[in-house]
């Protein structure tokens, strides 16, 4: 099932600056995107989520730009800080469903 | 803030033998979920679950496994005789309704 892609395993930033995560989907009923974030050993943490019909929401240093045309997605994350080092996964979302559909992750490394 | 909690944090348990996993939801919230990830994999619906009984399934889902709300409280995910490859860490989420869902903490199984 690669509905939900990131093809990046890895991001590698310095502190301060943008960290883009990048997520692309292929599944055009889906009408619902989130990022969860994940530290070892701990369940995903909700970030912030869009609605298909916006193209940008935005929650202090994170920001979410979906373009649907696309059907590609991507949070930006500024300035990054060390404690941002972590797992981020997309998810999206079918309308009519509950599901989740997960992206594999990105491992993002902010040093400073 | 209020959370899901989940129980045990790791169990082991030999090959064929039933388990049952633990879930306590956030107190308001009417949707349940059970997602698992293998170790390297992506995370993965199992199953959801709204008004007493399940909403959707997944095709891993089969009829080794069961989820029950035996109370107010608890969410609880059973697999009747496990397997090798059941070895993952399974996350129980909730959400309210039109909301995103909350994850736990996970509950790392090994089978031997």
């Known amino acids: 099932d690669q509905q939900v892609k990131q093809n990046s395993p890895s991001l590698s930033v310095q502190e301060g600056r943008i960290s883009i995560l990048n997520c692309d989907y292929t599944?055009?009923?889906?009408?619902?995107f989130l990022w969860y974030k994940k530290y070892p050993a701990e369940g995903p943490t909700f970030l912030i989520s869009?609605?298909?019909?916006?193209d940008k929401n935005e929650d202090g240093r994170f920001t979410v730009f979906l373009n649907k045309s696309a059907k590609h997605l991507s949070l930006h994350i500024v300035p990054s800080q060390p404690g941002d080092s972590a797992v981020y996964f997309c998810?999206?979302?079918?309308?009519?469903?509950?599901?989740?559909?997960f992206g594999t992750g990105t491992r993002l490394q902010v040093f400073p | 803030e209020p959370e899901v909690t989940q129980t045990p944090s790791h169990q082991v348990t030999q090959m064929g033998q039933e388990v049952i996993l633990r879930c306590v939801p956030i107190?308001?919230?009417?949707?349940f979920y059970w997602y698992r990830q293998i170790l390297g994999q992506k995370v993965e619906f199992l199953v959801s679950?709204?008004?007493?009984?399940?909403?959707?399934k997944s095709e891993i889902f089969d009829d080794q496994f069961s989820v029950e709300r035996p109370d107010g409280s608890n969410f609880t995910l059973k697999i009747r005789s496990t397997k090798l490859e059941d070895s993952a860490m399974y996350f129980c989420?909730?959400?309210?309704?039109?909301?995103?869902?909350?994850f736990g903490q996970g509950t790392r199984l090994t089978v031997v």
């Open positions: 998810a999206a979302r079918r309308a009519g469903t509950d599901k989740l559909i």
């Open positions: 869009i609605s298909s019909i916006k």
């Open positions: 107190s308001n919230h009417l949707y």
């Open positions: 989420a909730s959400s309210g309704q039109f909301t995103e869902a909350f």
């Open positions: 679950f709204y008004n007493n009984e399940i909403s959707e």
């Open positions: 599944n055009s009923m889906f009408d619902y």
